[in-house]
C-alpha cells in the first residue's frame, strides 16, 4: 500500500519530470543550445586570444588593444544592422528561388557598404589615434580593414540566422575565432605585436568570409530567371531601426571601455579592459538564446501567429535570466580566482570591479532579449528607446567616472531600467512608437 505521504512528493517529480521532457523537447532550447555551445566553443579561442595578447603585451599596452578592440565593435553597429535586415528577410522569404535571388543581390549591396566604411574610418584614422591618444594611425587603419570585411560577412551570417541554419552558423562562428587565435599568437610572436593582433581579426574574418559565401551560394543555387524580384528599397528601410538595434547591443558592453581609456591612467585601462573581456563569458548562453529567437519570432510574426509569440518569449527570458543569474553570482564569488586564472596575478587588483561588472552584463542580457523580440516583430519604438537609454548611459559615465566601479555601476543601473520599460511594454502589449503611443492615448481619452 502506498504511503500516502509520499503522494505529494511523487506529483512533484512527475511534474518536474513533465517540465524537463518539455524543455528538452523546446525547438528554442535546441537553437539556441546549438548556439550556446558555438559560442562557448568560440569564446574559448576569442578568450584564448584575449588573454594571450593580455599577458604578452602588459597592462599599459592591453589598454591601447581593449579600446581599439572595442572601437571594432562599435564600428560594427552598421553590421549588426546588416545582419538583422539580412535575417528577417531570409526568413520571411518563400522558395528557394526568392532565397537565392535575395542573398545574391543583399551580398553585393553588403559588400559595397565595407568599402565604403573602410575608406571612410581610413579618413578618419589620425582623429580616432589622437582621441584613444595613439602614437600612430596605424593600428586605426587595421580596424578600418578588419570592418570591412566584417560588415560583408554579416550578411552571411545574418542569412544563415534567418534561414534557421544553426549548425552551419555555429561552425562558422568557431571556425573564425579559431583562425583568429591561430594568427594573432604567430602575428604578434613575430613582432608585430598591436599590429599582429588586429590583422589577425581582419583575416580571421576573410578566412570565413570566403568559406561561407561558398556555403551560401552552393546550398541555395542560381536562382531561375523566373523569381521575383526583390525590392531592396524594404530592407533598406529595416536597416535603419536594425543598426540603432545593433548600436543598441554594442553599446552597453564596448563603449564604457573606450571612454575609460580616454579618461583613466593605462593601467587602470588595462584593468577595465580585463574586467570586461571576463564579463562578457556572462553574454554567451543567453546571447545563444536570443540569436535563435529572433527568426522564429519573424516567421511567426509574418505569419501572424500572434498566440505563439508570447510564449516564445516567456521562454526565451526564462533561459537567458536563469544562465545570467548563475554567471553573475559565480563572478562575485569567484572574482580573484577567475582574474587571476585568466590574466596572472597582475590583474587580481581588477576583482571589485569584476563582481559589479558580471551584475552589469547580467542587466544587459535581459535587455537584449526584449530588443531582439521587439525588433523580430517591427515594435521599432522600443529600439529608439534602448538607443536613447545607451546614449544616456555614455553621458553618464562621461559625467559621472569618479571610478572604475562607479562606471560599472551606471551600466548596470541603465540596463536594468531599460529591461524594466521593455518587459513592461511586452507584457502589456504596448507599442512604444512614439506616433502610435499618441494615436492609443488619445484614443482612449476619447474613450472615457
Known amino acids: 500500500m502506498t504511503d500516502q505521504n509520499t503522494l505529494p512528493f511523487q506529483r512533484q517529480l512527475h511534474r518536474l519530470g513533465r517540465a524537463v521532457r518539455a524543455v528538452g523537447t523546446d525547438d528554442l532550447v535546441h537553437h539556441g543550445g546549438v548556439m550556446a555551445a558555438a559560442t562557448v566553443v568560440a569564446g574559448g579561442f576569442n578568450y584564448g586570444y584575449q588573454v594571450f595578447v593580455g599577458r604578452y603585451l602588459g597592462a599599459e599596452a592591453y589598454g591601447a588593444f581593449g579600446a581599439l578592440f572595442a572601437l571594432f565593435y562599435l564600428l560594427h553597429v552598421v553590421g549588426r544592422g546588416v545582419r538583422f535586415s539580412a535575417s528577417r528577410f531570409a526568413a520571411e522569404l518563400d522558395g528557394p528561388d526568392e532565397r537565392a535571388a535575395f542573398y545574391r543581390g543583399f551580398l553585393l549591396r553588403s559588400t559595397a557598404l565595407g568599402v565604403v566604411g573602410t575608406v571612410l574610418l581610413v579618413a578618419a584614422s589620425p582623429a580616432v589615434a589622437g582621441f584613444l591618444g595613439l602614437d600612430s594611425a596605424a593600428p586605426v587603419t587595421v580596424v578600418a580593414v578588419a570592418i570591412g570585411v566584417e560588415l560583408v560577412l554579416t550578411a552571411n551570417q545574418g542569412t544563415m540566422q534567418g534561414l534557421q541554419r544553426f549548425g552551419a552558423l555555429g561552425a562558422f562562428k568557431v571556425a573564425q575565432a579559431a583562425v583568429k587565435l591561430a594568427l594573432g599568437v604567430a602575428l604578434v610572436l613575430a613582432g608585430l605585436r598591436l599590429y599582429g593582433a588586429f590583422a589577425a581579426v581582419a583575416l580571421g574574418s576573410a578566412v570565413v568570409l570566403l568559406a561561407s559565401t561558398g556555403y551560401l551560394l552552393r546550398s541555395l543555387g542560381r536562382p531561375s530567371a523566373a523569381a521575383s524580384r526583390f525590392r531592396y528599397r524594404r530592407a533598406y528601410r529595416y536597416v535603419v531601426p536594425a543598426a540603432i538595434a545593433g548600436f543598441c547591443l554594442t553599446v552597453p558592453a564596448n563603449a564604457d571601455v573606450v571612454v575609460v581609456k580616454h579618461f583613466f591612467p593605462a593601467v587602470d585601462a588595462g584593468h577595465y579592459a580585463a574586467a570586461s573581456v571576463l564579463g562578457k563569458v556572462l553574454l554567451f548562453l543567453p546571447m545563444g538564446i536570443s540569436t535563435a529567437l529572433f527568426p ?3 516567421a511567426d510574426h509574418a505569419a501572424a501567429r500572434s498566440d505563439r509569440l508570447h510564449a516564445l518569449f516567456d521562454r526565451a527570458l526564462a533561459y537567458a535570466a536563469l544562465v545570467a543569474a548563475a554567471g553573475a553570482a559565480g563572478f562575485w564569488l569567484l572574482a580573484e580566482d577567475l582574474l587571476a586564472l585568466a590574466y596572472g596575478p597582475e590583474y587580481v587588483a581588477a576583482a571589485p570591479l569584476v563582481r559589479w561588472y558580471g551584475l552589469a552584463i547580467a542587466a544587459v542580457v535581459l535587455a537584449v532579449v526584449v530588443l ?9 519604438g522600443y529600439v529608439y528607446l534602448f538607443a536613447l537609454g545607451s546614449v544616456a548611459e555614455l553621458a553618464l ?13 551606471i551600466v548596470l543601473v541603465a540596463n536594468a531600467v531599460l529591461f524594466a520599460v521593455g518587459f513592461a511594454a511586452v ?7 512614439p506616433t502610435r503611443l499618441t494615436t492609443a492615448l488619445s484614443t482612449f481619452i476619447n474613450d472615457r
Request: no cysteine.
Open 397 to 409: 559615465i562621461w559625467a559621472h567616472h569618479a571610478t572604475l566601479i562607479r562606471v560599472a555601476q
Open 372 to 380: 531582439n523580440f521587439e525588433l523580430a516583430r517591427d515594435r521599432t
Open 296 to 298: 522564429k519570432v519573424t
Open 427 to 433: 507584457k502589456l502589449d504596448l507599442d512604444l512608437d
